[in-house]
């Protein structure tokens, strides 16, 4: 779906006497944005990057834009996705060819950095764990996202930052919910991932 056309990017103008809430995250992120934004309706202002938030190494060059000159009151974030792509010569390949397009160390790394630079802004911070990776889902291999996650997990432990366990809630679901050997979610899928997600919002402001 062309960006200018998804109901994720529609421009959002903040409601007067609202809190602020970012939304950081891939295409996964992307298809609950909009469930997240209604259920927010009259209790918070949801805004996102109007982008793909893609691997780490982009979000380390891009964190200064997405977080804009504005003021957050809750930054909900995810990033793994894309750090475990297989690359190869600049290109996906399907597993076990290639390597990390972020590797693990590199992606510890990359998320220390933008979690300290996320602590900065005041906000009340929300981690976001990686969904699911489903057998033949192209370039990535079922189970890396554990990984991922088990190393994001110590360092939002160390940061003092709660978790949306959003790999665990879908696991429970994932036949109901994500499309056949695919990362993504059907659109009733990522509604059902939108109920967490303001869950953990609306504590975090409560």
């Known amino acids: 779906m062309p960006a200018e056309s998804n109901p994720a990017f529609e421009p959002i103008e ?37 982008t793909n938030c893609g ?14 000159e504005g003021s957050w009151d809750v930054i909900h974030f995810n990033w793994g996705l894309h750090d475990i792509v297989r690359m190869l010569d600049g290109e996906r390949v399907d597993p076990p060819q290639g390597h990390h397009q972020v590797p693990a160390d590199q992606h510890e790394q990359n998320l220390i950095a933008l979690v300290e630079r996320l602590k900065q802004t005041g906000a009340k911070l929300i981690w976001c764990a990686t969904t699911p990776v489903p057998a033949g889902a192209g370039s990535r291999q079922p189970g890396e996202e554990v990984e991922y996650n088990a190393i994001a997990q110590k360092i939002m432990t160390a940061q003092g930052v709660p978790t949306n366990d959003l790999y665990s809630y879908a696991l429970e679901r994932l036949n109901e919910i994500q499309l056949p050997a695919n990362v993504h979610f059907t659109d009733e899928g990522s509604a059902e991932l939108a109920k967490p997600v303001v869950e953990h919002i609306l504590d975090a402001l409560a």
Do not use: C, F, M
């Open 55 to 68: 691997p780490t190494k982009l979000a380390v060059e891009e964190i200064e834009p997405w977080l804009g």
């Open 14 to 50: 903040d409601a007067p006497g609202l809190p602020r809430v970012l939304l950081i995250g891939d295409s996964i992120s992307i298809g609950y944005t909009p469930p997240v934004r209604a259920l927010l309706q009259g209790k918070a202002n949801l805004h996102r990057p109007l």
